[in-house]
């Protein structure tokens, strides 16, 4: 199927017992065995089931499902945020000692991930220009388990070198992890790169109107694990939780999304409620149709105040001229997503842009249908240092729009009133 019939019918066509043509929401947390045998079995993993919902429950089963099927990968483990989804991820992929390289611009909560929390764990994140490959090689080491980078980066959409820093990846057998949250699979899959493992905040454009929080891995499926066994041992020896069972062997093409949620998820519990995805798969319905309307509108909304008096830069890869404009045809021909940041003349004149907005809202979320103005180094990323700002690409000046899908014209208005 393609892509905007995945999105409506991906992992669900109808309920066979009752009809319903929407999937049930399963509010169950646990599941009658059929007999002890059956029991056991479903522990051993001889046998595919449900057991407990802190694993899986069939609400959340149909998300999965049909995020792994809209991204091409084989399997997924759906979470209760974004955050949860990569902190399952490192810890899955990393122990003391390891190692990750990771894009020096990414979104705040995530550099704070790398910068401050994993370091209590043993964990050590160097940090790399994205556009310069290079650099990302000379940080590998033998303990390097993951390269790390977002498809368009939080908060100025910067595309990153993709086929250059994975080409790096491969040379020396690392897992590439991206996060499409801003692009979504419906502008960009991080497969047809060569990626290997993907992550989302589907509390954004994929639940898509600013409900549910919620997160996701996709297990693209293309990582042979035995054959690196050396860099990734945890996938090729005997696993004691699970009776000896060796995941490379054993689930082959899906084994990092099998131990996700076998490993990971039982552990931490970080488990999607199953309204919530609920909400998320309703959302997804839609989301070919949000996604070419973000675009269009920000594209609209981008190209006005690049001629605005008031606005010194703006940063949107859709709009010819930018810098990354080539990269951006390349890598989204559909458009670079739905978000862009502009730099006000000063700061006075950004402070009285995201209080003056009448329709426009002033909050710390992005991917919502409505028009969201956001001031990254006094939200999403500050936490980060002045130094770490400036590597960033972000100013006092700054100011983050995530487009919404109102009309364009209204948008524009209410920013003009709002510049003065
Ligand atoms: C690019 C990106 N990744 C991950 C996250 C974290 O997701 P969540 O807020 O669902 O935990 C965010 C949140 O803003 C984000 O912008």
């Known amino acids: 199927m393609r892509f905007n019939t995945i999105a409506v019918t991906g992992g669900f066509s109808f309920d ?52 792994a099927e809209l991204e091409g990968g084989t399997a997924a483990v759906a979470t209760a945020s974004g955050h949860a989804a990569e902190m399952m991820l490192f810890l899955e992929l990393c122990g003391a000692g390891d190692e990750i390289v990771a ?18 764990y043993g964990i050590r994140t160097s940090f790399a220009d994205q556009n310069d490959p290079a650099a990302w090689e ?33 040379k020396h057998g690392i897992v590439v ?13 991080p497969i047809d790169v060569g990626a290997n493992l993907v992550v989302h905040s589907t509390t954004k454009y994929l639940c898509g109107n600013g409900t549910v929080m919620g997160g996701a891995v996709v297990d693209l499926g293309n990582f042979d694990w035995a054959a690196h066994a050396k860099r990734y041992p945890d996938f090729s020896t005997p696993d004691a939780s699970y009776h000896g ?44 149709l949000r996604m070419a309307r973000h675009v269009e509108n920000a594209y609209r909304v981008a ?36 978000l862009f940041t502009f730099e006000a003349q000063d700061y006075d004149t950004a402070k009285r842009v995201i ?44 100011v983050r729009v995530s487009v919404g899908i109102e009309d364009a014209d209204d948008i524009i208005e209410d920013l003009a009133q709002a510049l003065g």
């Open 303 to 338: 190209l006005w105040l690049s001629t605005h008096p008031k606005v010194k830069s703006v940063s949107y890869p859709g709009v010819l001229g930018h810098a990354q404009h080539e990269l951006a045809k390349k890598y989204f021909p559909k458009g670079p997503g739905g």
């Open 177 to 189: 992890v991206i996060d499409n949250t801003f692009a979504t699979p419906y502008l960009f899959r």
């Open 138 to 170: 000379a940080l590998v080491t033998d303990k390097t388990k993951l390269f790390y980078m977002e498809c368009l980066a939080n908060p100025d959409s910067g595309i990153p070198d993709f086929d250059g820093i994975i080409a790096v990846a491969k």
């Open 16 to 67: 066979p017992e009752t009809g319903a043509t929407n999937p049930p929401l399963h509010l169950s947390n646990a599941y009658q065995f059929k007999s002890a045998e059956h029991a056991a079995n479903l522990f051993d993993l001889t046998e595919a089931g449900h057991i407990y919902t802190r694993l899986h429950n069939p609400t959340t089963d149909v998300l999965e499902a049909r995020l």
């Open 355 to 398: 209080e003056s907005v009448k329709l426009c809202l002033h909050a710390a979320n992005l991917g919502d249908t409505r028009t969201i103005l956001t001031h990254p180094a006094s939200t999403t990323h500050r936490q980060s240092s002045p130094e770490k700002l400036g590597t960033m690409g972000i100013s006092r000046e700054m």
């Open 245 to 288: 069972v060796v995941f490379a062997e054993t689930f082959k093409d899906t084994a990092l999304a099998t131990r996700l949620r076998l490993k990971a998820l039982r552990d931490m519990g970080a488990t999607p409620s199953p309204f919530n995805s609920y909400l998320t798969l309703m959302g997804i319905q839609t989301l070919p």
């Open 103 to 120: 894009s020096n611009r990414l979104y705040g909560g995530t550099m704070n991930i790398f910068a401050a929390t994993l370091p209590k």
